[in-house]
């Protein structure tokens, strides 16, 4: 039974490129969670989508960020002309959104601009 | 505003040593606590789901414990493989299934 897959597992961008997390939930779950964890910060929640509809992304910076999880394939967080700040483990989770949230996380993204 | 905070942020303790963590929270309607652990380097791994005051549950060498107020995280007789780092993390009954979490307790347990 695969986890949640998230690739790649580290990035290293220079400052103004882009960025592009993939996230492939569990195998029957179609929720997906996406995170970040700012060095010594805890989680923080970013976006929540459902294939091909964004359901709450209260989290999400207004500016450069963006989500998507498309009828196939798997969902995508991309983050556009990166900054320093932007250097943190992105999470992905995913759920098969019955009842109470139960997510599972995958081993993350660590993202590293130079 | 829906908040989490852990205590203590640390914890070491000795092989066998038994003890446990805080989670106090306050959200706008319960609708279920979660604890996960943290390995450095990986993803949070699932532990627990309370969902009413009085739940409690258990795994191993933890026991999860719920109030209206706070949860508990008592781990009894540590081993050295139970260093990490315990999340917990709430869900509030009106919003669309985002978790909030606490900034984690690290626990070292020495041999």
């Known amino acids: 039974n695969a986890g949640v897959m998230q690739n790649p597992r580290h990035l290293v961008r220079r400052r103004g490129q882009e960025a592009r997390l993939r996230c492939s939930p569990m195998k029957g779950h179609s929720h997906v969670y996406w995170y970040r964890q700012l060095p010594e910060e805890g989680l923080k929640f970013m976006v929540y989508?459902?294939?091909?509809?964004?359901?709450?992304e209260s989290g999400m910076p207004k500016e450069r960020f963006s989500a998507e999880f498309p009828k196939e394939g798997p969902s995508i967080l991309r983050i556009q002309q990166v900054v320093r700040g932007d250097s943190a483990a992105y999470f992905c989770?995913?759920?098969?959104?019955?009842?109470?949230?139960?997510?599972?996380f995958g081993q993350g993204t660590r993202l590293t601009v130079v | 505003e829906d908040q989490v905070t852990q205590s203590p942020e640390a914890l070491r303790l000795q092989e066998g040593e038994s003890s446990s963590l805080n989670c106090s929270y306050t959200v706008s309607g319960l609708r279920g606590l979660f604890w996960y652990r943290q390995d450095p380097g990986k993803g949070p791994e699932f532990l627990f789901t309370?969902?009413?005051a009085g739940e409690e549950k258990e795994k191993e060498r933890l026991k999860a414990t719920l109030t209206k107020k706070e949860s508990f995280l008592h781990i009894t007789a540590p081993k050295p493989e139970d260093s990490a780092t315990y999340l917990c993390a709430v869900q509030a009954a009106d919003n669309t299934g985002k978790l909030i979490f606490g900034q984690g307790t690290t626990l070292q347990v020495k041999p």
């Open positions: 309370l969902y009413s």
């Open positions: 989770a995913s759920s098969d959104g019955s009842g109470p949230l139960e997510a599972f």
């Open positions: 989508l459902q294939k091909e509809n964004i359901i709450d």
